[in-house]
């Protein structure tokens, strides 16, 4: 091996670990991710995950005497929904450096995003050579 391939494949090696570490720390914060939402009468407190999923819901002790079942459903809908925007802009920050430069998030990460499209298609074996 010469040396000018090794500084090359070892500059390649380094590369590789630096963005890994990266990707692993990001994904760290990601797993660490929450978001909470409080209504504007103060009422309502929501806190959500990062993929969304509501780890706390809490009430002021007030709330029962003040709004009505609809009213609270639609307060702690509102506070979902509100807490879940955040969490997914503060993912798509963190995610920011990772996009390829030109790619849509939304293509990535949207609703309609396909994972699968993403993985490496099938090859087609070479044609033998027929001498």
Same mark, same amino acid.
């Given at each position: 091996m010469t040396d000018e391939f090794r500084a090359v494949m070892d500059g390649l090696v380094e590369d /590789?670990? !630096?963005q890994a570490g990266q990707l692993r720390e990001m994904y760290g914060? &990601?797993?660490?991710?929450t978001a909470t939402a409080r209504s504007e009468d103060r009422m309502v407190t929501v806190t959500v995950g990062a993929? @969304? $999923?509501? !780890?706390?819901?809490q009430f002021d002790p007030r709330v /029962? !005497?003040?709004?009505s079942p609809s009213e609270l459903a639609q307060s702690v809908m509102d506070q979902i @929904? #509100? #807490?879940t925007a955040e969490v997914a802009e503060r993912t798509r920050? &963190?995610?920011?450096p990772f996009v390829p430069e030109?790619? +849509?998030y939304e293509e990535i990460f949207g609703e309609g995003a396909d994972f699968a499209?993403?993985? +490496? $298609? +099938?090859?087609? +074996?070479l044609p033998e050579e027929r001498g």
């Open positions: /590789y670990n !630096r914060k &990601l797993r660490e991710l993929r @969304g $999923q509501v !780890r706390d819901i /029962y !005497r003040k709004l @929904g #509100a #807490a920050e &963190l995610m920011a030109g790619l +849509p499209s993403f993985l +490496p $298609q +099938p090859m087609e +074996p």
